[in-house]
């Protein structure tokens, strides 16, 4: 049987804010991705006319991460999702090591510390994490160099691999990660 065709890409993926001048002042100036489009619109939605800003803030493969915020509080809070922090609950972001690093100094120099932002070695990618105006925390990815490999081999054995934790071997089969 032949693959399903597959997505070709993240087109944006979409939040409430509370402050839009915030959510821009931290894309464009702390992790670079310009603002590319601003959507001031009044539309019919759930059986009420909603006025809403919606910014775009582009990533290199033509996506981007968007933003609503709403002119009535009333609509505000109803859409709100009261992001619970977790870091669990995150987008990931690819990047190359120029990126990550250059990245990481704006996050310094905008005064963001920890527990707001932190690093993670994964062993199949080393990841860059910071928490947005928003709470929203986001993961600037680096593939390790033998990724392909990796995911090539966790490909194969994905399925045989999920059964197995779901009948309770909880064991790790994460040998690339790098002893601490």
């Not at 890409?9 to 804010?17: F, G, P, S």
């Amino acid at each position: 049987m032949a693959q399903p065709k597959l997505p070709a890409r993240l087109h944006h993926n979409a939040y409430v804010t509370k402050d839009q001048e915030k959510t821009r002042r931290f894309y464009e100036e702390v992790i670079g991705m310009p603002l590319v489009a601003t959507w001031c619109e009044s539309d019919l939605l759930f059986g009420k006319q909603r006025t809403y800003c919606h910014t775009f803030f582009a990533m290199a493969d033509g996506g981007a991460l968007a933003f609503f915020q709403f002119a009535d509080p009333a609509d505000q809070a109803e859409f709100d999702p009261q992001l619970q922090m977790s870091p669990f609950r995150h987008i990931a972001l690819a990047v190359d090591e120029e990126t990550q690093l250059a990245i990481e100094k704006r996050i310094e120099k905008a005064g963001i510390k920890p527990p707001q932002t932190f690093w993670l070695e994964h062993g199949y990618c080393r990841s860059l994490y910071v928490v947005d105006p928003n709470e929203l925390i986001l993961e600037f990815t680096l593939d390790a160099p033998n990724a392909t490999k990796i995911n090539a081999a966790r490909r194969v054995d994905a399925h045989e691999e999920l059964k197995r934790w779901l009948a309770g071997d909880h064991t790790s089969n994460n040998t690339y990660r790098h002893a601490e």
